[in-house]
């Protein structure tokens, strides 16, 4: 099999979700993807930045740069959607698939964050917000995702094993990254039903990443560490400024993450190049952990 060492997403096509700003991390990632090659379609979801002290971005400014980074044929769309609406879900990944007729690689970014509070704070209603934007949509993404290469066989029981049907191909295996945060390192306080939620990604890693290989699906998640894409900006951040400066001032190369951080890693892990890598749970927060 001959690999395009320029581009080699080439002929693939990519599904990103959270891309509304072009400070987020979304964005770099979709720029990312496109730049090795891939088609990309991204999702976004406006009114969530809208209602943070960051603010939200002109999504068709976004796509116009996604659309500048694409490489040779390849070919980008959008769709907006809100993703604790499980309709809007199946929605989003037939849209996406439709761009070119498959989905070869889902970066699943997106992310509620704010309107959270301490364990003192929790109510139901609060915990299933972020269960339904940040986990659950998630999940259903990356069985939709799965159920383009490999359907239960007629009988098969709920949650039965289904015996891999011919050996995965590393290099050019499909490709599901899960965003978490750093909730297993140390307390996230006043972001609880946040790090519950994406907790739950980092815990069921290992599980879905095994069913997924007897398909032929590499999973990987990612922790992107503290990544400023203008929630840490004095002006437009929601935490204590002191003590912003301090953390920051502690990070072994005294900068926060910038989103092409992530990025990078991400590309690599859906390239070929990463194809090795499965199952993991992978930090990239230039030693955050460790000052």
């Known amino acids: 099999m001959h690999l395009d060492v320029e581009l080699p997403l080439a002929g693939r096509t990519a599904l990103v979700t959270g891309?509304?700003?072009?400070?987020?991390?979304?964005?770099?990632?979709?720029?990312?993807?496109?730049?090795?090659?891939?088609?990309?379609?991204t999702h976004d979801f406006a009114p969530h930045d809208a209602d943070q002290?960051?603010?939200?971005?002109?999504?068709?400014?976004?796509?116009?740069?996604?659309?500048?980074?694409?490489?040779?044929?390849?070919?980008?769309?959008r769709a907006s959607a809100d993703l604790r609406d499980p309709a809007q879900v199946d929605a989003l990944f037939a849209a996406a698939r439709s761009l070119t007729g498959t989905v070869d690689a889902l970066v699943c970014n997106h992310a509620r964050s704010g309107g959270?509070?301490?364990i003192l704070d929790m109510t139901p209603a609060v915990l299933d917000a972020f269960w339904q934007a940040n986990t659950r949509s998630t999940i259903q993404l990356?069985?939709?995702?799965?159920?383009?290469?490999?359907?239960?066989?007629?009988?098969?029981?709920?949650?039965?094993?289904?015996?891999?049907?011919?050996?995965?191909?590393?290099?050019?295996?499909?490709?599901?990254?899960?965003?978490?945060?750093?909730?297993?390192?140390?307390?996230m306080r006043g972001e609880v039903a946040y790090a519950a939620s994406k907790a739950a990604l980092a815990?069921?890693?290992?599980?879905?990443?095994?069913?997924l290989l007897d398909v032929g699906i590499v999973l990987n998640t990612v922790n992107p560490g503290p990544v400023n894409t203008g929630y840490l900006d004095p002006g437009s951040t929601d935490r204590p400024l002191?003590?912003?400066?301090?953390?920051?001032?502690?990070?072994?190369?005294?900068?926060?993450?910038?989103?092409?951080?992530?990025?990078?890693?991400?590309?690599?892990?859906?390239?070929?190049?990463?194809?090795?890598?499965?199952?993991?749970?992978?930090?990239?927060?230039?030693?955050?952990?460790?000052?």
């Open 19 to 41: 891309v509304s700003r072009r400070r987020g991390i979304g964005y770099a990632v979709a720029r990312e993807l496109a730049r090795l090659g891939a088609s990309v379609f």
């Open 203 to 211: 815990g069921v890693t290992a599980t879905v990443a095994a069913e």
């Open 242 to 291: 002191a003590e912003l400066e301090a953390l920051r001032a502690a990070t072994p190369f005294g900068r926060w993450g910038e989103p092409a951080d992530p990025a990078r890693l991400i590309g690599w892990l859906v390239s070929p190049a990463g194809s090795w890598v499965v199952g993991q749970v992978l930090t990239t927060d230039g030693g955050f952990g460790l000052s």
């Open 142 to 187: 990356t069985q939709r995702f799965a159920a383009q290469f490999a359907q239960p066989p007629a009988g098969t029981r709920p949650g039965e094993r289904h015996e891999r049907r011919s050996p995965a191909d590393p290099a050019r295996a499909p490709k599901v990254i899960w965003m978490t945060s750093g909730q297993q390192h140390g307390p």
């Open 116 to 118: 959270d509070g301490s």
């Open 53 to 77: 002290p960051w603010g939200g971005d002109d999504v068709e400014a976004v796509a116009d740069g996604v659309r500048e980074a694409l490489r040779g044929d390849a070919v980008s769309g």
